[in-house]
C-alpha cells in the first residue's frame, strides 16, 4: 500500500503571507506511460465536507483561487497557497490515486492564522 | 450541477444494524464509482470502499472488508453504506464521495454522523 505523509501537522500564518504545506508518498505516484503523478488536494473546511482543490498533483479545479497552486513529482509534493486569506483556514489532505485498491490519504494539515 | 446528498444523522445503541444513504443528481449515477469514506472524531479521512452503480460492482478497504457492506439501487440513484451489528468505534462521519473517471474524487455529500453509543 502507498503511504501518504503530510508535514508540517500543523501550521499557523499570517494573513496575506505564504503558507507551504508538504505530502510525500512512500513510493512513486507518477505514471511513466503520460508522465501524469497521481495526487490530489483537498480542504476541508470547519464542519464542512472535503472538496477537491487540485487533481493531478498542479491542476486547480474550476473555481478554485489561482493563490492555490500545486507542484512537485514522484514522490515529493507540495501545496502553496500565496497569499493567505482568512478563509483558507482549513484542513488540507493530499491523496494518491496512483492505486485505488487502496486509496490513501495524508493525516491532514491543520493550517490557521497567526 | 452534481449533487450527492446523504441521509440524517442517527443515533444508535451497539449491537443495531444501519443502512445510511447517498443519493445523486445532476449526472449520470449510473457511470461514476461512488466512495464512502470515514471520519473519526477529530481525525483524517480513511477509504472504505467503492461501488459501481452501473452493474454494482464493489471494492473494499481491507480495513473495512467484512466490518461494512457497500450497495446502490440504480433506478432510485442511491448509494448505501450498511452495518449488521455497530460498534461504539464506528462512530464517526461518513461521506460518500463521487469518483471521476480519472479516479481522484470530484464531489462530496454533506456527510451522515453517525453515534453509536450505550
Known amino acids: 500500500d502507498i503511504v501518504m505523509t503530510q508535514s508540517p501537522d500543523s501550521l499557523a500564518v499570517s494573513l496575506g503571507e505564504r503558507a507551504t504545506i508538504n505530502c510525500r508518498s512512500s513510493q512513486s505516484i507518477l505514471y511513466r506511460s503520460n508522465n501524469k503523478n497521481y495526487l490530489a488536494w483537498y480542504q476541508q473546511k470547519p464542519g464542512q465536507p472535503p472538496k477537491l482543490l487540485i487533481s493531478w498533483a498542479s491542476s486547480r479545479k474550476s473555481g478554485v483561487p489561482d493563490r492555490f497552486s500545486g507542484s512537485g513529482s514522484g514522490t515529493d509534493f507540495t501545496l502553496t497557497i500565496s497569499s493567505l486569506q482568512a478563509e483558507d483556514v482549513a484542513v488540507y489532505y493530499c491523496?494518491?490515486?496512483?492505486?485505488?485498491?487502496?486509496?490513501?490519504f495524508g493525516q491532514g494539515t491543520k493550517l490557521e492564522i497567526k | 450541477e452534481v449533487q450527492l446528498v446523504q441521509s440524517g444523522a442517527e443515533v444508535k445503541k451497539p449491537g443495531e444494524s444501519l443502512k445510511i444513504s447517498c443519493k445523486g443528481s445532476g449526472y449520470s449515477f449510473t457511470t461514476y464509482w461512488i466512495a464512502w469514506v470515514r471520519q473519526m472524531p477529530g481525525k483524517g479521512l480513511e477509504w472504505m470502499g467503492i461501488?459501481?452503480?452501473?452493474?454494482?460492482?464493489?471494492r473494499y478497504s481491507p480495513s473495512f472488508q467484512g466490518q461494512v457492506t457497500i450497495s446502490a439501487d440504480k433506478s432510485i440513484s442511491t448509494a448505501y453504506l450498511q452495518w449488521n451489528r455497530l460498534e461504539a468505534s464506528d462512530t464517526a462521519m461518513y461521506y460518500c464521495?463521487?469518483?471521476?473517471?480519472?479516479?481522484?474524487?470530484?464531489?462530496w455529500g454533506q456527510g451522515t454522523l453517525v453515534t453509536v453509543s450505550s
Open positions: 464521495a463521487r469518483v471521476d473517471p480519472d479516479y481522484y474524487f470530484d464531489s
Open positions: 461501488i459501481y452503480p452501473g452493474d454494482s460492482d464493489t
Open positions: 491523496q494518491q490515486y496512483y492505486t485505488t485498491l487502496p486509496y490513501s
